[in-house]
């Protein structure tokens, strides 16, 4: 079966310039759920790739994280009375960005891991971020990119738009608009789908 590659914090669930600490402060975006059970119905394999430098921070610990990420499957558990849901699987980078390690995106370390531990190839897969770093990581990895302007997308869009090799990138409001449009057409057309010209600087 396919793969979809998502990002988190900004694509999933709500993102704070404060990190995500808790499962408290975990909120789903609106269409989200709706979204990865759609694609998993759709036969779709669904994995997590997301940096949490908030353990190598302090800001909070694995049983945090992991408690994050039980609401996620939970809430697509629970989205289908008649059906279970569940993402495949979630990697996650630990390490500070001055760390230099392997998995930090847009190095391709999580992908890497990905494709050993359930030996497949991801070159061909849509990989959704909100995040010029996700981007970079799917072209790096032979992934199909897509953003989305929720969370850090809208800055990314004019990065994008700024970065000729970039800017044919797909963009969608969110993960249920990619979602949608993935679904009603045999394939999406990166070359359809561009960012829209916006202009300036990001200071």
Same mark, same amino acid.
């Given at each position: 079966?396919?793969?979809?590659?998502?990002?988190?914090?900004?694509?999933?669930?709500?993102?704070?310039?404060?990190?995500?600490? $808790?499962?408290?402060?975990?909120?789903?975006?609106?269409?989200?759920?709706?979204?990865?059970?759609?694609?998993?119905?759709?036969?779709?394999?669904?994995?997590?790739?997301?940096?949490?430098?908030?353990?190598?921070?302090?800001? +909070?610990?694995?049983?945090?994280?992991?408690?994050?990420?039980?609401?996620?499957?939970?809430?697509?558990?629970?989205?289908?009375?008649?059906?279970?849901?569940?993402?495949?699987?979630? +990697?996650?980078?630990?390490?500070?960005?001055?760390?230099?390690?392997?998995?930090?995106?847009?190095?391709?370390?999580?992908?890497?891991?990905?494709?050993?531990? +359930?030996?497949?190839?991801?070159?061909?897969?849509?990989?959704?971020?909100?995040?010029?770093?996700?981007?970079?990581?799917?072209?790096?990895?032979?992934?199909? /990119?897509?953003?989305?302007?929720?969370?850090?997308?809208?800055?990314?869009?004019?990065?994008?738009?700024?970065? /000729?090799?970039? $800017?044919?990138?797909?963009?969608?409001?969110?993960?249920?608009? +990619?979602?949608?449009?993935?679904?009603?057409?045999?394939?999406?057309?990166?070359?359809?789908?561009?960012?829209?010209?916006?202009?300036?600087?990001? $200071?």
């Amino acid at each position: 079966m396919p793969w979809i590659i998502l990002d988190r914090d900004g694509v999933i669930n709500y993102d704070s310039d404060d990190y995500i600490k $808790s499962a408290e402060e975990w909120r789903a975006l609106p269409g989200s759920i709706e979204a990865i059970c759609a694609l998993k119905k759709a036969g779709y394999n669904v994995a997590v790739a997301t940096n949490q430098s908030g353990l190598a921070r302090g800001l +909070f610990d694995l049983d945090d994280l992991e408690a994050m990420h039980s609401k996620l499957q939970r809430l697509l558990a629970e989205y289908d009375a008649n059906t279970v849901y569940a993402i495949d699987a979630i +990697f996650y980078c630990p390490h500070l960005p001055e760390d230099d390690c392997a998995c930090r995106k847009p190095k391709t370390g999580l992908l890497d891991a990905l494709e050993k531990e +359930f030996e497949v190839s991801l070159a061909g897969s849509w990989l959704v971020g909100d995040h010029v770093k996700d981007i970079e990581l799917a072209l790096a990895k032979q992934c199909k /990119p897509a953003l989305v302007l929720t969370g850090k997308g809208k800055t990314c869009a004019k990065l994008l738009a700024e970065n /000729p090799p970039l $800017s044919n990138t797909p963009v969608f409001n969110d993960l249920l608009a +990619f979602t949608t449009e993935l679904l009603t057409k045999d394939q999406l057309n990166t070359e359809t789908f561009t960012t829209a010209p916006l202009k300036g600087k990001i $200071s």
